[in-house]
């Protein structure tokens, strides 16, 4: 993997030589050299993402809601999962793989929406600058680490990214055409699809609508329109997110469920978790993080992002897209400035939206990506071209400068794609040394227990997993998901383990996996004597122990007796 690499690096490294240094050449070589790196680390990802699927997200909602659609033959009410009253249109689509038993190429799916994007970037930049710099924009999107890490992942974010930016360009183009209605309609549609992979795009539709009269020539007659252009572009937008308000409105009373429950109070009842503290005085007990540590977090995110890390934003993202933008706007016209600016204001916004939100994860900010790669290629451009020219009193050694950056920032991603290839291992799963159960177990530590449960219990039966992270993609039985038996300290608790054990059972319970850390750590703490002592009981005389993995028991619920 390590000479893959090189060979990128050395690529980018000749390509980026010409368009600094001011040579020209044919526009078929042009495109040829660009391909190059595009092609490699289009592999690259690819054959990270040919294994299957065990993140997360994936199995507690991006696959696992589709599965259960699948199974009822409908969009159906699922209560006991909040997720699915999100918006699912990327979801929808991952119906067709899980019904034809290819998951893995869910992932291709989502990674083919990177892969959108980065055309849009390339597209934009290749008007405005080159095709050279267009393709480096491009490449640099596509290979930053948290998308590289979506790339792989059955997640939504890159369809939200992708429309996003679609809608973001879109308007630009609808402006310089001249603002008229029927250009306005595609943004609008491309925002309002946003919205439709994810709640977040709600925030895309604001600062858009918002940005409209910004991002209009002061100079235009159309000026005075703003306000009814606005109106339009949100109307349309939200006609195009509309089936899910639908849908959520009729279910629950809330068009946004589960956002703004207090709004619509009345709303049915589906077990909605009360508000508790704030996220971001949650970071300081979580955490123990200083108030200025939790006040820089839209800065800290480009730099201390780690995966798989909550308290480090889970994810990674690159320090060029903090510090490039700023000489994006060193001696650039007043027509381009205001595009600049415009970018600028979003991605900005949105960061700081997301962190008023929201605990921060590097995914959520998604959406301010691409505006940041395209200020961070024209702040790379404007270095070549000016600051460091005039500050070195020499174009080759400016040059030369320019390129040293541009492989800094791909070495970084770079040395991220080849990291992944140790916590994925791919070439075990793909050559065949590794079968999918056994790759599935070393990641998803329950599993064995969940493929026992598919392959020796009925058909009907019901299990009760007990802090499994409702992790529901791979199981082929009913499922439901909690933390206790029953709750602690409740009133109408059983108090005899016979009592619980025909709760369960009235409940439809035939078999019990719990993670035994967490069960025990949370019964010690919570559950006074006699409750500890009913579940000891039950256990004891009610349940068989069937299996144990990996810190994790499968208990047979005993049935009754008939007689």
């Not at 469920?257 to 970071?283: C, N, T, W």
């Amino acid at each position: 993997m390590g000479g893959v690499v090189k060979k990128i690096n050395g690529v980018h490294l000749q390509a980026h030589t010409e368009f600094c240094m001011g040579k020209r050449s044919s526009r078929g070589i042009a495109i040829a050299w660009c391909a190059i790196p595009v092609v490699l680390t289009s592999a690259a990802i690819m054959v990270l993402a040919s294994v299957p699927p065990v993140s997360r997200d994936a199995l507690t909602h991006h696959l696992a809601v589709p599965k259960l659609y699948l199974k009822h033959g409908a969009m159906v009410e699922l209560p006991y999962l909040k997720c699915s009253y999100y918006p699912q249109l990327l979801d929808l689509l991952y119906c067709i793989p899980v019904y034809l038993g290819k998951d893995i190429v869910a992932k291709y799916i989502h990674f083919c929406f990177a892969l959108g994007t980065a055309w849009l970037v390339c597209r934009y930049l290749q008007r405005k600058l080159s095709l050279a710099w267009g393709c480096l924009g491009g490449i640099f999107f596509l290979t930053i680490p948290v998308i590289v890490k979506l790339g792989i992942t059955v997640y939504v974010d890159l369809g939200l990214i992708f429309f996003s930016t679609a809608s973001m360009l879109s308007l630009l183009g609808w402006r310089d055409k001249g603002c008229g209605w029927p250009g306005l309609l595609p943004a609008a549609a491309f925002a309002g699809l946003a919205a439709s992979v994810k709640y977040n795009g709600l925030i895309v539709i604001m600062l858009l609508t918002f940005s409209i009269p910004f991002i209009v020539k002061r100079s235009e007659k159309v000026k005075a329109q703003g306000a009814l252009h606005m109106v339009a572009f949100f109307l349309v937008a939200m006609a195009v997110f509309s089936p899910w308000m639908i849908r959520n409105y009729r279910w629950t009373g809330n068009p946004l469920y589960p956002l703004y429950s207090r709004v619509f109070e009345h709303q049915k009842d589906i077990g909605q978790d009360s508000a508790g503290m704030s996220h971001i005085a949650a970071r300081k007990y979580v955490y123990h993080e200083k108030l200025w540590q939790t006040l820089t977090i839209p800065v800290r995110i480009f730099f201390e992002g780690k995966d798989d890390d909550p308290k480090f934003f889970d994810g990674v993202l690159s320090p060029f897209l903090f510090f490039l933008p700023f000489a994006a706007f060193f001696g650039v016209p007043a027509d381009r400035r205001r595009d600049l600016a415009f970018f600028a204001w979003f991605a900005v916004l949105y960061i700081l939206m997301v962190f008023l939100k929201i605990d921060m994860r590097i995914r959520y900010v998604g959406p301010s990506i691409p505006p940041l790669v395209i200020l961070s290629v024209f702040g790379l451009h404007n270095l070549a071209n000016g600051v460091l020219p005039r500050a070195f009193k020499s174009r080759r050694i400016a040059g030369v400068a320019a390129v040293l950056v541009a492989v800094a920032m791909f070495l970084y991603n770079y040395r991220y794609v080849a990291r992944e290839f140790d916590v994925v291992k791919p070439f075990a799963y793909l050559s065949g040394s590794v079968s999918r159960d056994d790759y599935i177990a070393a990641y998803v530590k329950e599993y064995p227990l969940v493929r026992y449960v598919n392959e020796h219990t009925a058909t009907n039966a019901r299990v009760l997993a007990c802090f499994l992270g409702r992790r529901l993609y791979y199981f082929d039985r009913d499922v439901r998901f909690a933390k206790d038996l029953f709750p602690p300290g409740a009133p109408d608790s059983p108090g005899t383990p016979e009592e619980l054990w025909n709760m369960l059972r009235h409940e439809g319970y035939t078999h019990i996996i719990v993670r035994y850390d967490l069960f025990n750590n949370r019964v010690a703490l919570l559950f006074n004597h006699d409750q500890k002592v009913v579940i000891a009981g039950f256990f004891k005389k009610f349940t068989r122990l069937l299996k144990r993995s990996q810190g994790f028991g499968l208990y047979a619920i005993k049935a009754r007796e008939v007689g």
